[in-house]
């Protein structure tokens, strides 16, 4: 398995977007042409609070933190329906179901699907206040259900562990299939949120972050994203910006601001 680690997702970033592209297989999947991984790959952030990819070539503008804060809000609304996120990024038009619902809203599977009447966050926060040591806390994405035919929204992440390693809270999410330039974008904020929040409702300090992906790819429409961002190096403003963007979301999570995006300057 191939191993990146970083302090931040920045770093983690740029780090993947060489690895692909020094060591990057060309496939080609639903006629779709991509660059993946020879191999598995995890990708360890040891700071989680440092979720978010602030770097100027993936995000010249306010648009990707506008979708970041709408996705977070839709997620938690655990609805299923399209509606709410379509004025954000129409990329969900292309992958609904005809009643208009998705499968993909991961905010679903963790606070409002039920098991045994609690949800699957709450059973992960049970299972480790009765045993900190237990290695049951899941929460499973990828449902048995989504095997239907003709299904166009097949949940990529198959699920998220919560697991006490050294007196701290671990996480590791596993996932089937990873888009480096638009999933682990969003991705890792989202799981990150939810590692820290299950952290804090147990009142544990926090441990790292694993994302392991069984394919990391890019597709060829962002080879020039990826040469850049490969090419890219972070700035001391760079790294201002991201330590103001990091905290401006830190905020908005923890319900100390309704906004986020508008608090963001990006540099003319």
Aim: with cysteine; net charge positive; glycine share 4%.
């Amino acid at each position: 398995m191939l191993t990146i680690v970083a302090d931040n997702a920045n770093d983690l970033f740029i780090k993947a977007s060489r690895l692909l592209l020094k060591q990057g297989l060309k496939r080609v999947t639903r006629d779709l042409e991509t660059l993946e991984t020879p191999d598995e790959i995890c990708l360890t952030l040891t700071d989680p609070a440092k979720s978010l990819i602030t770097l100027p070539p993936r995000h010249p503008d306010l648009k990707k933190y506008q979708y970041l804060e709408a996705e977070l809000k839709w997620y938690l609304s655990g609805s299923l329906e399209v509606a709410p996120i379509l004025p954000y990024s129409g990329f969900w038009k292309q992958i609904c179901n005809d009643n208009q619902t998705v499968n993909s809203n991961y905010g679903h599977y963790a606070f409002f699907q039920k098991t045994k009447g609690l949800s699957q966050f709450d059973w992960c926060l049970e299972k480790l206040k009765k045993d900190p040591y237990s290695r049951q806390a899941v929460i499973n994405f990828n449902q048995p259900f989504h095997k239907y035919p003709g299904n166009k929204d097949f949940v990529c992440t198959m699920g998220q562990q919560f697991i006490f390693r050294q007196g701290r809270l671990d996480s590791v999410v596993w996932m089937r299939s990873n888009d480096l330039i638009y999933g682990t974008t969003f991705n890792l904020p989202w799981f990150a949120y939810l590692h820290q929040r299950m952290a804090e409702t147990l009142g544990t300090p926090l441990g790292k972050y694993s994302h392991i992906a069984s394919t990391l790819h890019v597709y060829e429409k962002h080879y020039s994203l990826l040469q850049a961002l490969a090419c890219y190096q972070v700035t001391p403003a760079d790294r201002r910006q991201a330590r103001r963007i990091w905290s401006l979301w830190q905020d908005f999570i923890h319900e100390k601001s309704p906004d986020f995006a508008g608090r963001i300057r990006i540099p003319s």
